[in-house]
């Protein structure tokens, strides 16, 4: 059994011309039929001839150029136009003469320049060729003449409507890619703000914290080491980042961290002076794709505020896993300072706003009259687990 997919690959896989050969081909055999004989275009009124040697080369030039409508297109045109208007001049009316209007086509879809030129250059052929026949005899009235350059026309204006078909089509595609480039890139600079914020915040919280313990050395030691243990926890998170721009990063380990990591977050946090009370009811789900890694930024920007804005007051994080959604809250009391701050754009709440709001689901920000301020995301994307 033939394979049709096979060999459509095969045929796609040939030379322009050599596609385009078989359509001039069978115009020339067809034109030879004696059957046929007579049976073509015919403009003008002059009475049938029998064919001869000049109806060969009309048959030829009328069909044969066929094969370079599309890589060679003004040529294809001109040879076409001079044997149809040998073919008409000479009424052998052959049937070849069907290729006018395709090549017409072919050239309103396809011919980059001189357009304006060739249809100035076409027109001035037309009438010359209408003068020449009614010079031999012919009996046409103008309106006939008329009728049948304007059917000429809209083949042009046919080929020119594919032209600016595909033109639409093309900008639309590209104004696809360009809106997938700028969605990555927005995507890339959001995680980029995640890590980098949450981790470096932590350093400069501990390194601040450092610097006053050096009357402690166990103490000093501990600080120092957490800020050793955040470095490397930044290197990691930022090299899973650069497998993005990796062309092979699809082999590479999973990137989206579980919610089951918010607890090495907290850790974190704490390791850097930030008493934090973690809560985690239900059970994750094994797979939740894009929420658990949206909730997961939700707790991880949270607590780099906490430290931010609220170093050292009283935090809580809530992950309660339901059967449809996550929910996350993450709240502190006021009770602490902002001294150790290094200041923020504002982008990680508005990222986070724009992630929760892509997914369906709601986010808020809050800041009680007596201080802190309370963090809220309902992420759709449960797991059907018990509540614990």
């Not at 042009?156 to 032209?163: L, T």
């Not at 502190?332 to 290094?342: F, H, N, Y």
């Amino acid at each position: 059994m033939i394979d049709r997919r096979r060999v459509l690959e095969l045929w796609r896989r040939l030379d322009v011309t050599v596609r385009d050969l078989p359509l001039g081909v069978l115009l020339l055999v067809a034109s030879l039929l004696p059957s046929l004989r007579g049976q073509g275009t015919e403009i003008g009124g002059l009475p049938t001839r029998p064919a001869d040697a000049l109806a060969g080369v009309a048959a030829v030039l009328q069909s044969i150029p066929l094969a370079v409508r599309r890589r060679w297109t003004l040529l294809c045109l001109t040879l076409v136009s001079l044997g149809f208007a040998l073919d008409q001049l000479r009424a052998y009316h052959l049937f070849a003469g069907a290729a006018l209007p395709i090549v017409l086509i072919n050239a309103g879809s396809h011919q980059e320049k001189y357009r304006r030129a060739t249809q100035v250059t076409a027109t001035l052929g037309y009438v010359a060729m209408a003068v020449g026949l009614n010079a031999r005899g012919g009996d046409e009235t103008l309106v006939e003449y008329v009728t049948f350059y304007l059917v000429l026309a809209l083949a042009w204006g046919i080929g020119a409507w594919m032209r600016s078909a595909r033109a639409a089509e093309a900008e639309r595609r590209s104004r696809v890619a360009e809106d997938a480039r700028n969605a990555e890139r927005t995507r890339i600079a959001r995680e980029l703000h995640d890590v980098v914020t949450h981790h470096v915040t932590a350093m400069v919280v501990q390194s601040e914290a450092a610097r006053y313990l050096t009357a402690a050395p166990e103490r000093l030691d501990e600080s120092l080491a957490a800020v050793s243990d955040t470095g490397r926890r930044a290197i990691t998170d930022l090299r899973h980042l650069l497998d993005l721009l990796n062309p092979d990063h699809g082999t590479a380990e999973p990137r989206t961290p579980p919610v089951g990591r918010v607890l090495t977050l907290v850790e974190q946090t704490r390791r850097a002076g930030q008493p934090v009370e973690f809560t985690e009811e239900g059970t994750p789900a094994a797979a939740t794709g894009s929420s658990d890694l949206v909730a997961y930024r939700v707790v991880q920007e949270a607590l780099t505020n906490a430290l931010k804005y609220d170093h050292g007051g009283r935090t809580s994080v809530l992950v309660r896993h339901g059967e449809r959604e996550i929910t996350v809250e993450v709240g502190t009391d006021g009770s602490g300072s902002g001294a150790a701050s290094p200041g923020g754009s504002g982008r990680g709440l508005a990222g986070l706003r724009e992630r929760v709001d892509v997914l369906g689901g709601e986010f808020s920000t809050d800041r009680p009259a007596d201080g802190g301020f309370v963090v809220r995301a309902r992420i759709p994307g449960g797991s059907g687990g018990s509540t614990a």
